[in-house]
């Protein structure tokens, strides 16, 4: 069955950086489009990046800038650096596949907090 | 960008009832739209993909309809682990957008 580990979140002071990591097992890595989307404490989905299996980014205006997505298909991972990040990136990042089909599967996601 | 909009945002019904949840984008997407369910504290889930089609292992009372801006999520009959939040996601365009959500309570 197809799995995505995330990792790397935790408390981060503003203007700081932060690498998140997702983890893939179980399917084709090397041909798969991966996204990052976020949900912020109690609110809803917001998609923030996409990379191609060809490493094409794409990016939300709220980060566009100041995250970089990147992927290794050596080891299967996917990673979003986060730098100048601001209270309002505060949210659980989780990472997807992303086919014809949709979003599916979805990691368990890494909270990510911006506080001074 | 384009924009998704989710009705209701908040639905309270009963087991056993019929609720239909509506997803209109602000440009036609024909059916790039995905419907996934978030339980508290969970992932989001896959329930519908390309507006109609059910993801393998989902329970056959979830059915999605539409095509251009007009999109709907029906759940047939009710039941005590389908209350939970839903959202619609337009997957034709980058961004990529959700819907706000609609949370599906027990009345």
């Known amino acids: 069955e197809a799995q995505l580990v995330e990792s790397g979140g935790g408390l981060v002071q503003p203007g700081g950086s932060l690498r998140l990591s997702c983890a893939a097992s179980e399917f084709t890595f090397i041909t798969s489009s991966m996204t990052w989307v976020r949900q912020a404490p109690e609110k809803g989905l917001e998609w923030v990046s996409s990379?191609?299996?060809?490493?094409?980014?794409y990016y939300a205006d709220s980060v566009q800038g100041r995250f970089t997505t990147s992927r290794d298909n050596s080891n299967n991972m996917v990673y979003l650096q986060m730098s100048s990040v601001r209270v309002e990136d505060t949210a659980i990042y989780y990472c997807?596949?992303?086919?014809?089909?949709?979003?599916?599967?979805w990691g368990q996601g890494t909270l990510v907090t911006v506080s001074s | 960008d384009i924009q998704m909009t989710q009705s209701p945002s908040t639905l309270s019904a009963s087991v056993g009832d019929r609720v239909t949840v509506l997803c209109r984008a602000s440009?036609?997407?024909?059916?790039?739209l995905a419907w996934y369910q978030q339980q508290p504290g969970k992932a989001p889930k896959l329930l519908i993909y390309k507006a109609s089609s059910l993801e393998s292992g989902v329970p056959s009372r979830f059915s999605g309809s539409g095509s251009g801006t007009e999109f709907t999520l029906t759940i047939s009959s009710l039941q005590p682990d389908d209350f939970a939040t839903y959202y619609c996601q337009q997957y034709n365009t980058y961004p990529y957008t959700f819907g706000q959500g609609t949370k599906l309570e027990i009345k």
């Open positions: 997807a596949r992303e086919r014809s089909s949709g979003l599916e599967p």
């Open positions: 440009q036609s997407i024909s059916t790039w």
């Open positions: 990379i191609s299996d060809s490493g094409r980014t």
